[in-house]
T-cell receptor
């Protein structure tokens, strides 16, 4: 158990819908990262937040957005869902945003878009 | 962008034997971090081992060790005394130490390891 929690574990929804994935980092960690794992694209970095502020952006679609709240939990919002958005979404956390920080991953949320 | 290549989609090993998983990467940076993560059937991503590029000594964690060849941009993982619980997908990952890409991990496509009893 990494100490990072993600809810829900599984999510099944229809095309065009909007969903919210939630992540709670390890106690004391200020950085949260979101990754998408799909068969086509492999594991891809989406976005990073550090202490409530967006720190880095990767291959995140405009239909996707994220935020980190004052209690440091983070939410990833996916809207206008398409079949191709079906994937495993991971949240990871680290102590800070320093070069030495190791990222610890949560169990993931499996999203299925029908 | 940095690229990470794992050329072995699948590998297998007999229990108690040793296996080596390969990883190469492409970067123009001199300082960076490399990681091996393990993803068992539960899908949880578990950190196996970490290597700092500025350290010449290869990292070891119990039965897991790496062979880091900086000039060749190679980072292989050796698993000694393989156990059934080692069966998983293994991902090699790169992390920069500066600039706008500081926080992100770049992953290879993974190597599926099967352990036979």
């Amino acid at each position: 158990d990494s100490g990072v929690t993600q809810t829900p574990k599984h999510l099944i929804t229809a095309t065009g819908q909007r969903v919210t994935l939630r992540c709670s980092p390890r106690s004391g960690d200020l950085s949260v990262y979101w990754y998408q794992q799909s068969l086509d694209q492999g594991l891809q970095f989406l976005i990073q937040y550090y202490n409530g502020e967006e720190r880095a952006k990767g291959n995140i679609l405009e239909r996707f957005s994220a935020q980190q709240f004052p209690d440091l939990h983070s939410e990833l919002n996916l809207s206008s869902l398409e079949l191709g958005d079906s994937a495993l979404y991971f949240c990871a956390s680290s102590v800070g945003a320093d070069r030495t920080d190791t990222q610890y991953f949560g169990p993931g949320t499996r999203l299925t878009v029908l | 962008a940095q690229t990470v290549t794992q050329s072995q989609p699948e590998m297998s090993v007999q229990e108690a034997e040793t296996v080596t998983l390969s990883c190469t990467y492409d970067t123009s940076e001199s300082d960076y971090y490399l990681f091996w993560y393990k993803q068992p059937p539960s899908r949880q991503m578990i950190l196996v081992i970490r290597q700092e590029a500025y350290k010449q000594q290869n990292a070891t964690e119990n039965r897991f060790s790496v062979n880091f060849q900086k000039a060749a941009k190679s980072f292989s993982l050796k698993i000694s005394d393989s156990q059934l619980g080692d069966a998983a997908m293994y991902f090699c990952a790169y992390r920069s130490t500066r600039g706008s890409t500081l926080g992100r991990l770049y992953f290879g496509r993974g190597t599926q390891l099967t352990v036979w009893p």
